[in-house]
């Protein structure tokens, strides 16, 4: 127990040491601090004596410059000519009106410079409207201008579409006007025709029958003519497509033997005869192609029907037979003959087609000839219609004199 006494006695005597010496240490940190900052007063009292010593030895070289000044303005004033009284009042008056023509600019610039700022206050103002106008009132006026502007478009959509009903019933009314006006006159002209046809004899109103069945007939023939015009100008068409398939087929078709060739174009210098055998083999297989791929023609499928198959060989040995045996211009004996003779063509004459230019190119040439389509009639019937119609003409009854008074007096009823 005693030894445990000792012991604290002892830690409370270490602490207390140490609190002194905490303290100890922070008194003199201030001690320190108060020491530097003596130190930097004493140093800046330094300074600002310096300063001091300074600034009054410039004060005394201004002193010094200031009395040297005073004097020689003093020694201005002395040198300088005394100025009489009047030559200061006039001097005074001069800056009197000096001083009163700048009041004068001065007060003349206040003025303007209020009417400014009224301006200014007015023009802000205005700006303020206008910006309220803008941010408030130019949205419904843009509103209302875009709603004006529909109502506008709506109005002209429906005036257009009023004139154009309008127009359509006035052109309507017109068109029903001219038919009735027409209908009526041609019901007074029929009328007008009666009356007069009651007036004539039997064989004129006979006469007359005649020439309105006669009108109704021609109007009948105009149409039927107009139909076989049509189908006559199709049949054209297609005769000219046919007769162009057939020459093309024929220009296809064409054979020429190799001797006859090589004779045709000995004069060209060929070197190489092989390459030529060559080519017209080429040439053989590229026409048996083409000639199987295209379709076969109707005339040429009946001409190869009839002679069997044998034709072509065949064909070459009669064509040359009859080429050399038979003239250009004689007839052919048979249809057959002259199929044969249209889709492959004769020889005749073949050193001047040579010439012509490629063999593949034949000269076309068609010739027409008018021919007319119904007999033309007698010389005696013709006589017969121009005295009769001199008749009708020499005989009719109605005038000008009256029909103009017929119309005078439908005018005046």
């Given at each position: 127990m005693g030894k445990k006494k000792s012991a604290s006695a002892e830690d409370k005597m270490t602490l207390a040491e140490a609190f002194i010496t905490f303290q100890i240490q922070v008194k003199r940190k201030e001690i320190e601090e108060f020491q530097s900052e003596v130190s930097q007063l004493e140093e800046k009292?330094?300074?600002?004596?310096?300063?001091?010593?300074?600034?009054k030895e410039e004060q005394m070289g201004h002193?010094?410059?200031?009395?040297?000044?005073?004097?020689?303005?003093?020694?201005?004033?002395e040198q300088r000519v005394v100025v009489n009284r009047e030559q200061v009042d006039q001097a005074l008056h001069k800056y009197w009106e000096l001083a009163r023509s700048k009041d004068s600019e001065l007060e003349e610039l206040r003025d303007e410079l209020n009417t400014l700022q009224q301006k200014v206050l007015v023009v802000m103002s205005e700006k303020q409207c206008w910006l309220e106008y803008k941010t408030v009132g130019s949205q419904e006026h843009s509103l209302q201008i875009q709603l004006l502007e529909a109502e506008?478009?709506?109005?002209?959509?429906?005036?257009?579409?009023?004139?154009?009903?309008?127009?359509?019933?006035?052109?309507?009314?017109?068109?029903?006007?001219?038919?009735?006006?027409?209908?009526?006159?041609?019901?007074?002209?029929?009328?007008?025709?009666?009356?007069?046809?009651?007036?004539?004899?039997k064989y004129t109103r006979q006469e007359i029958k005649e020439n309105e069945w006669l009108k109704r007939e021609i109007a009948i023939y105009k149409q039927e003519v107009a139909l076989l015009e049509v189908s006559v100008q199709k049949h054209e068409e297609e005769n000219l497509e046919q007769m162009n398939m057939l020459f093309q087929h024929r220009l296809d078709d064409l054979n020429i033997s190799r001797q006859v060739f090589l004779t045709q174009v000995a004069g060209l210098g060929l070197a190489d005869s092989g390459m030529l055998g060559e080519d017209f083999k080429i040439n053989?297989?590229?026409?048996?192609?083409?000639?199987?791929?295209?379709?076969?023609?109707?005339?040429?499928?009946?001409?190869?029907?009839?002679?069997?198959?044998g034709l072509p060989g065949e064909l070459e040995r009669d064509e040359?037979?009859?080429?050399?045996?038979?003239?250009?211009?004689?007839?052919?004996?048979?249809?057959?003959?002259?199929?044969?003779?249209?889709?492959?063509?004769?020889?005749?004459?073949?050193?001047?087609?040579?010439?012509?230019?490629?063999?593949?190119?034949?000269?076309?040439?068609?010739?027409?000839?008018?021919?007319?389509?119904?007999?033309?009639?007698?010389?005696?019937?013709?006589?017969?219609?121009?005295?009769?119609?001199?008749?009708?003409?020499?005989?009719?009854?109605?005038?000008?004199?009256?029909?103009?008074?017929?119309?005078?007096?439908?005018?005046?009823?």
């Open positions: 009292n330094q300074r600002y004596k310096k300063r001091k010593e300074q600034l002193i010094r410059t200031l009395l040297k000044q005073a004097k020689e303005q003093e020694r201005d004033l506008l478009t709506q109005m002209q959509k429906d005036f257009q579409e009023m004139a154009d009903h309008i127009q359509r019933s006035f052109d309507v009314t017109i068109n029903e006007i001219d038919k009735k006006t027409e209908k009526l006159i041609n019901e007074k002209k029929h009328l007008a025709s009666e009356k007069a046809i009651k007036h004539l004899d053989n297989l590229s026409d048996q192609t083409d000639a199987s791929s295209r379709p076969i023609n109707s005339l040429l499928a009946t001409a190869e029907g009839e002679k069997g198959p040359t037979v009859t080429s050399c045996s038979k003239p250009a211009g004689s007839p052919t004996g048979s249809p057959s003959q002259d199929l044969r003779a249209l889709l492959y063509g004769s020889q005749v004459n073949f050193q001047e087609s040579m010439q012509l230019g490629p063999l593949e190119l034949k000269l076309l040439s068609v010739v027409g000839q008018a021919v007319p389509i119904l007999p033309a009639p007698s010389s005696t019937s013709q006589d017969c219609n121009t005295e009769a119609s001199q008749q009708q003409v020499d005989e009719w009854p109605v005038t000008p004199k009256m029909i103009h008074a017929k119309f005078k007096d439908l005018a005046h009823v």
